[in-house]
């Protein structure tokens, strides 16, 4: 055994940033969920008085039935686009594959006021609908925009997790109950939905729990009787004091950890992927003349409708005016211009922020996957359930409790708290994004044979030089995969962020476009702000994308020469 | 278990994927309580046949009658065949007892004729033990007689098998190839046996049909296969033979085969023009010196090029002419090797050389 000084250092380190910056602001946060605002004592008082508030009952309420609903319609869009594309030969399955991550490069928040001039009570929509055949469909009526908005977004989820359950089970699986009799829905019911099941679960349990945690769609729908939201106007309006965010905070974090919960049970010991050597995922049917024509039917309806929020951000970017009309009066560069001129600010500081956040990503990522798969130190696993654990942490409870524990802890130099400096959102960033990146980086260290560093060492490199020259190069695809990952969803990221800025000028581009959202004649530009932050994580999303495709044809050539060797 | 054993014919059956014809005219009978294997290299069509029998791939054309019913439009749900595939296909959602109970559930029978039954195959598979778990948790040896289980609980017309030993470990094969067969005299069920193993197909099954390029090559049984190949391929594929191509000629007012390479083999033959001549490497004898041939041997001067001792036998490579031959002789203990590069003379019984056409 080598010596471990180095990495015990590293990880020592890894450990003080996680306490300081997740582990003990949440811990804070659900401290004082449950003490005594007056005495300091701990209580239940603070819970009790929350259930007694009719405004947190229904806002509970809300949240949790929205979470659902959203769930509900989610699934009613993914589960004939997987079905469909698991299922039948047809050409449409490739843009229902794309179509699948199109909402992702988007956030909710910044659809959410396009999607209210499509589909508002005045919106196109509506307006046709009125005017050709004399009725109205409340979409985006309170509740149900938060609804609407979030299951557009975020049935990627299960339609991604569902398709790879369905594209994993190997067709003598259903090949084998047809030769034992069963047909039919009968066939589908006992043996094909049962094995995509735990892809189901996955998928919805990660749509609920995203729904419930978010901040900003509610706040931009003007939907306030929800938790994310009351805790965050609790916190701006009362103070930092007032019990009722910390209340909320707490119940945020069991529903989130419910909601992850579910989703291991779900995957726990299921590995239902049954794909054999030479099979090829579940039968595929041609479909004939008809079917052909009302699936496309249904796939170009909903691909309208998972476009719409893109659509409309763009009409409004270049709109002039846009209001009791299908369409805006007149088109104009002059947002753009605005944005570029005055708010240019919001773009750099996303850059920076984002930039700096992913870079400490990859980082602290590289170091846990290295130190908990490759050195024997005592509770490495630590490392990675901690920094997994932040998945679980919505934004709103880590802007809370960063704002609890560091407005007191003034920065050597600079004379003001650390809670309001602007690196407190980069480290924000870094933290609600690093499970993505640690993922990443594990995934690209499993890629990277422990006998390539022995043969390094056996040939004299130290443990450092080893990580250097053989192992840092070889995950170098993963890193940047992560690296990207994390750069393009912390570029959009609003519910940590929003409490944690404190001056205009050290503002990312969310908070810009939730400002100019705010005001009617704002939203042009704040949707120019948005067409830019869609560019920015689109590119993003895009280039990983790159990446991973062309580390895993190399990975597969090495295999094959590896293969071809043996 | 009670049904009554089915036989199948098979006529005039071809099979297309698109433009790819994965079957050619393929006519062969399988006797009720027949154990029949079906023999072929990877993409000779051996699976898609078996596949087609269970009724699964694309509409075949011609029949396929079992039990004297033909079954081609026949749905696989409504066959009542029982099919074990390559890799068991056990449902992992499913308990063993679970995977076992589907096929009778699907029947609708009655919960107590199930558990009856289910009991009863599990028991015939000796997995009784192992009723409450889930295949993930099982050998690949049991997850076999899971599916094996699973499948006869349903007393089909006729079993199914591909390639069922593929994936288990050589020892292990051994075994589940003997019970598999002790099974079947046992249930004296018609079962079709898919494998590309020689050995396999030769130690289970009482015949065979051996498939090439989609067509049906010979059937038989194991041993008139390897003795009487009705043509190259089937030679080459069962086993090793020596195989020299060339033609026959008259030579002195008597029909003798020249090989290519100029070997020329004093005998009668039947037909003419392209031949080949075809022997096993231990239907000839070697000796050291020089013989001449007599009535019932051709003699060929020779000389040892290679020696492989592989146990039981010794596999010489002796040079006649331009061709390498393979000749086998036992191995007695104490006896050693003939020398690389000794003059010899190989002595092949006339009644063991096979002519065959091309």
Not at chain 1, 103 to 119: E, H, K, N
Not at chain 1, 239 to 246: A, C, E, Q
Not at chain 1, 322 to 338: F, G, N, Q, V
């Amino acid at each position: 055994m080598t010596t471990q000084r180095g990495p015990a250092f590293a990880g020592l380190m890894i450990v003080l940033i996680l306490l300081a910056f997740l582990v003990i602001p949440v811990v804070q946060v659900i401290h004082v969920a449950f003490q005594d605002p007056a005495s300091g004592g701990l209580t239940l008082v603070n819970f009790v008085d929350f259930f007694r508030s009719s405004l947190f009952r229904e806002s509970f309420v809300n949240s949790f039935y929205v979470a659902a609903m959203s769930v509900v319609v989610a699934s009613i869009i993914a589960l004939p686009l997987a079905y469909f594309t698991s299922r039948f030969n047809f050409a449409g399955a490739a843009i229902i594959q794309t179509l699948g991550f199109v909402p992702l490069i988007m956030p909710p928040f910044v659809g959410a006021v396009a999607m209210l001039l499509l589909f508002g009570e005045n919106g196109s929509v509506n307006l046709l609908l009125d005017e050709h055949f004399g009725f109205t469909i409340p979409f985006m009526e309170g509740l149900n925009g938060v609804i609407f908005v979030q299951s557009i977004h975020y049935f990627p989820f299960i339609l991604i997790n569902l398709s790879a359950a369905l594209n994993n089970v190997d067709r003598s699986m259903e090949e084998s109950a047809q030769n034992l009799g069963a047909r039919g829905f009968r066939l589908f019911r006992r043996i094909v939905f049962p094995l995509a099941m735990p892809g189901y679960v996955a998928g919805a349990a990660l749509v609920f729990l995203k729904v419930f945690d978010d901040l900003g769609t509610p706040l931009l729908l003007n939907v306030n009787t929800m938790l994310a939201p009351q805790a965050y106007l609790r916190i701006s309006s009362i103070g930092i004091s007032d019990p009722m965010g910390y209340v909320i905070s707490v119940i945020l974090v069991v529903f989130s950890l419910f909601a992850l919960w579910t989703s291991m049970l779900a995957l726990k010991g299921k590995d239902y992927s049954t794909l054999q050597k030479g099979g090829g995922g579940m039968l595929k049917r041609d479909l004939r003349g008809g079917q052909r024509i009302a699936a496309y039917a249904l796939i170009l309806l909903i691909l309208a409708l998972v476009l719409s929020p893109h659509i409309g951000l763009t009409l409004l970017s270049f709109g002039t005016v846009w209001s009791y009309s299908p369409l805006p009066d007149a088109y104009t560069l002059e947002h753009y211009r605005m944005v570029f001129g005055s708010a240019s600010e919001y773009i750099t500081n996303t850059l920076l922020y984002a930039g700096l956040a992913a870079s400490f990503d990859v980082i602290l990522g590289t170091a846990i996957a290295y130190i908990v798969y490759r050195t024997g130190l005592r509770g490495r696993k630590w490392l990675d359930y901690i920094a997994t654990a932040s998945l679980a942490v919505p934004g709103v409870v880590l802007g809370i409790g960063y704002l609890r524990t560091y407005n007191d802890f003034n920065v050597p130099f600079l004379d003001k708290p650390l809670a309001s400096w602007w690196v407190i959102i980069v480290v924000a960033l870094t933290i609600r994004r690093l499970p993505y990146a640690l993922r990443a980086c594990v995934a690209a260290l499993q890629q990277v044979s422990v006998m390539l560093e022995e043969a390094a060492q056996n040939l004299g490199a130290t443990r450092s030089r080893t990580l250097w020259r053989v192992v840092v190069p070889l995950m170098s695809g993963g890193m940047i995969a992560g690296f990207v990952t994390s750069f393009a969803t912390a570029s959009v990221e609003l519910s940590a962020t929003i409490m944690l800025v404190s001056q205009e000028s050290d503002a990312p581009l969310a908070f810009g476009i939730y400002e100019f959202m705010q005001s009617a004649s704002g939203r042009g530009a704040g949707a120019a702000l948005g067409i830019i932050a869609v560019v920015i994580v689109g590119l993003g999303t895009y280039l990983s994308h790159r990446v991973i495709e062309r580390s895993h044809r190399q990975r597969t050539a090495e295999r094959q020469i590896a293969e071809e060797v043996t | 278990m009670s049904t009554e054993p089915a036989g199948i014919s098979i006529r005039k059956l071809g099979l297309a994927f698109g433009d790819n014809e994965v079957l050619k005219d393929i006519s062969l009978d399988i006797a009720p309580g027949e154990f029949f294997a079906f023999l072929g290299p990877s993409g000779s069509g051996k699976t898609t046949l078996l596949r087609a029998v269970a009724g699964f791939g694309p509409r075949p054309s011609g029949e396929i009658l079992i039990g004297g019913q033909n079954v081609v439009d026949m749905p696989p749900w409504e066959r009542n065949l029982g099919m074990v595939f390559q890799s068991y296909a056990l449902w992992p959602h499913m308990t063993v007892r679970k995977n076992v109970a589907f096929g009778l559930e699907e029947r609708r029978l009655p919960a107590r004729e199930i558990a009856g039954r289910v009991e009863k195959a599990l028991e015939l598979v000796g997995l009784t033990k192992l009723a409450e778990r889930r295949p993930s948790q099982l050998s690949g040896g049991q997850q076999q007689r899971v599916a094996i289980a699973r499948t006869i609980v349903i007393e089909p017309k006729v079993l199914l098998l591909d390639e069922p030993l593929s994936n288990l470990d050589a020892n292990l094969r051994i075994q589940m190839r003997r019970d598999i067969r002790a099974l079947q005299q046992r249930l004296q069920l018609t079962t079709i046996f898919v494998t590309h193993d020689q050995e396999e197909a030769n130690t289970t099954s009482d015949r065979m049909a051996v498939l090439n390029d989609g067509r049906l090559q010979q059937v038989g049984t194991p041993m008139e296969l390897y003795d009487n190949p009705a043509n190259l391929f089937v030679a080459r594929f069962l086993g090793t033979a020596n195989i020299l191509q060339g033609s026959i000629v008259e030579e002195d007012s008597r029909k003798v085969f020249v090989s290519d390479s100029g070997v020329t083999f004093p005998m009668d033959i039947e037909g003419q023009g392209q031949r080949s001549i075809v022997f096993r490497p231990q239907n000839a004898r070697i000796h050291c010196g020089k013989v001449t041939g007599d009535d019932a041997h051709i003699a060929l001067p020779g000389i040892i090029m290679h020696t492989e001792f592989l146990g039981s036998i010794v596999r010489y490579g002796v040079k006649v002419g331009n061709e390498t031959l393979l000749l086998d002789l036992p191995h007695i203990q104490g006896e050693g090797l003939i020398n690389e590069g000794t003059e010899v003379t190989v002595l092949v019984a006339r009644e063991r050389i096979l002519a065959l056409a091309g």
